[in-house]
């Protein structure tokens, strides 16, 4: 399985007829199992990409081959979960085939066990960011795409998170797909960096970091952050970073 993507052009109009660039240029592609990291400016184009990646925008220029009749599970910028459900239904009508023993253990990782029954108002954010990552991957996707998934969380939490993503996608192969603001999340969870320039996007740098994901421990990750900012002082390079 395979996912190449070689988009051209995606531009909006508004409603006086104006046109709006948003991606330039934006090819790559990722094998099964391996997990793409894209970074760069707020209101660069990074949602609208991964909505047109995950099928949901078609009005496009280019061409996405997506990997055949795979499942996928998205994590959208918000949690976006069914108010009037409980946390337990919200995953379960996305996921209807998840046994009970793999729900178990997704609540237990994603320390949501004890709201089961909670309705989506009664969720702070960051446990309502949890609910979302829960239902995706209760789905079994062949295909994971997370949109900043831990944004505005406190420090503490989305480090835990990072970690249980990490957990979660060692443990099943599938194409992932991460949009991120915080270069540790980047380097502790990618095997491809990609950075993208302003809107209209392009992809600027594409950094491998072939260390595989287990050992990277603290030390690890603070020297392949320092790599990748030389690398990206002013050069373009596709060179393995770690
Ligand atoms: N449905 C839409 N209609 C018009 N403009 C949009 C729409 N969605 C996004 N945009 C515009 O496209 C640009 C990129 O948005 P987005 O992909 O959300 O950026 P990012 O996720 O990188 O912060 C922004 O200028 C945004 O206002
Ligand atoms: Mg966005």
Same mark, same amino acid.
């Given at each position: ?50 909505? =047109?990646? *995950? ?14 009749? +795979? ?16 946390? #337990? ?15 178990? #253990? ?38 994971? =795409? ?6 505005? /969380?406190? &420090? ?7 970690? #249980? ?17 915080? /270069? ?6 990618? &095997? ?24 990277? +421990? ?7 952050? *320092? ?6 002082? +002013?050069?373009?390079? #596709?060179?393995?970073?770690?």
């Amino acid at each position: 399985m395979q996912l190449e993507v070689d988009i051209t052009g995606k531009h909006f109009e508004n409603a006086a007829g104006e046109r709006h660039d948003v991606l330039a240029h934006i090819k790559f592609s990722l094998h099964a199992g391996e997990v793409g990291v894209f970074v760069g400016p707020s209101g660069c184009g990074k949602s609208t990409m991964l909505k =047109i990646l *995950a099928g949901l925008d078609r009005d496009y220029q280019g061409r996405v081959s997506h990997p055949a009749a +795979g499942r996928l599970g998205m994590v959208f910028q918000e949690p976006r979960l069914l108010p009037w459900r409980s946390v #337990e239904d919200n995953v379960r009508l996305a996921a209807p085939d998840v046994d009970e023993a793999r729900l178990a #253990e997704l609540f237990a990782v994603l320390e949501l066990s004890a709201h089961r029954s909670h309705f989506p108002g009664e969720l702070s954010l960051g446990l309502a960011r949890r609910v979302a990552l829960a239902r995706a991957f209760a789905i079994e996707p062949d295909f994971l =795409i997370l949109d900043e998934p831990l944004a505005s /969380l406190d &420090d503490a939490l989305a480090a835990r998170l990072r970690e #249980e993503i990490a957990t979660l996608v060692g443990g099943r192969t599938m194409i992932t797909l991460l949009v991120t603001h915080n /270069l540790d999340d980047a380097v502790r969870l990618g &095997d491809r960096l990609f950075l993208m320039s302003a809107r209209p996007a392009r992809i600027v740098a594409e950094l491998p970091i072939s260390m595989p994901r287990s050992a990277r +421990g603290v030390a690890e990750i603070t020297a392949i952050k *320092a790599a990748i900012l030389r690398r990206t002082n +002013g050069e373009r390079s #596709e060179q393995d970073v770690s």
